[in-house]
């Protein structure tokens, strides 16, 4: 299968550059959409699908299905999923949003941030993006940002999250969890904390799990984004990590210095400037390229590429672990 790519524009060395038609998902897309951005898409069939937040007119977040041929132009459900779940108390739908998705053992997971007494971490099951089973929230409110991993680590389901609170969050860790069946969630253990101001300031006050993480000979690579309280508010950036195959919790690098920051007009206007936002990645493996999938300003939905090497040789040549 081949993955959305373009080139690197000619006199640029960045370790990642974005794709000149960005935004590939307007704010408008569907009828009576506000806003598409920070959603989730992995290769199904000989195409894509993904699951997307698609805030409505009355602001509401809503989450979408929707499926592309070469994953740029998209055909996004206008109908909201309808999970179906086997206790009304959980599959009561308040609101959902930033949603990532992985494939494990024959099934598409998908997690997103779901109103439950607060935000916490949704967690349905698919096979064809039509129908969608839900099952128990992973966590106690409040916590966002919930990540599988697209393997099982020890026999677990493994996933990243940022406990949080249930306000415009000041503050965040990642941590990691296990669970033996997506049910009970334990084995809890904290992964990297927000950098130093003096070290990484643009991860200095938050940090939280991207895409899901991809595996490679030197550990999992971990998109992840970062933010920075500026004198004009939240700027929001993405950077890279490599955590420890076996023990994922374990950093062995981590960029000190960002991949994409918000700096063209469609990150720095919007709904919520100065915002870049990742969410998903596609890769292909005999090529080492990656795409991945990025929020714009709450707003809108870009694309930026690399290559994994380039991408993991950044990662240690700017690792703040060793300054």
């Not at 000989?46 to 740029?72: E, P, W, Y």
């Not at 890279?240 to 063209?264: C, F, H, M, N, T």
């Amino acid at each position: 299968m081949q993955i959305p790519w373009q080139d690197r524009p000619a006199g640029s060395k960045a370790p990642m550059w974005r794709y000149s038609e960005n935004p590939i998902i307007p704010r408008d897309l569907l009828p009576d959409s506000n806003s598409i951005f920070n959603s989730a898409v992995v290769p199904f069939g000989d195409a894509f699908a993904g699951v997307f937040r698609c805030d409505d007119q009355n602001r509401r977040m809503t989450l979408h299905a929707g499926f592309s041929k070469d994953g740029i132009h998209w055909d996004i459900n206008p109908e909201t999923i309808k999970f179906d779940c086997d206790d009304a108390e959980i599959g009561e739908w308040v609101y959902g949003y930033d949603p990532r998705v992985t494939f494990i053992d024959g099934r598409y997971y998908v997690t997103w941030c779901n109103g439950y007494h607060g935000p916490t971490i949704g967690v349905a099951w698919t096979t064809d993006f039509k129908t969608f089973h839900q099952v128990e929230n992973a966590f106690l409110p409040c916590n966002r940002n919930g990540v599988l991993f697209p393997k099982k680590i020890n026999g677990r389901f493994a996933m990243l999250s940022r406990p949080s609170d249930n306000g415009h969050t000041a503050f965040g860790d990642i941590f990691y969890s296990e669970s033996p069946e997506l049910q009970f969630w334990g084995r809890h253990r904290h992964v990297m904390a927000p950098a130093p101001f003096e070290l990484s300031a643009w991860q200095c006050l938050k940090i939280g799990a991207g895409p899901v993480p991809i595996e490679t000979p030197e550990g999992w690579l971990l998109f992840y984004h970062g933010v920075l309280r500026s004198c004009n508010g939240y700027v929001y950036a993405f950077g890279s990590a490599i955590l420890d195959l076996d023990e994922p919790w374990k950093v062995k690098y981590r960029s000190g210095r960002y991949l994409i920051s918000p700096r063209e007009i469609y990150e720095c206007a919007g709904d919520v400037p100065n915002v870049c936002f990742p969410c998903a990645a596609l890769h292909d493996e005999t090529k080492g390229k990656v795409a991945v999938y990025y929020g714009c300003a709450d707003t809108v939905t870009g694309l930026a590429f690399g290559y994994i090497d380039e991408i993991i040789q950044f990662t240690k040549e700017t690792d703040i672990q060793n300054v």
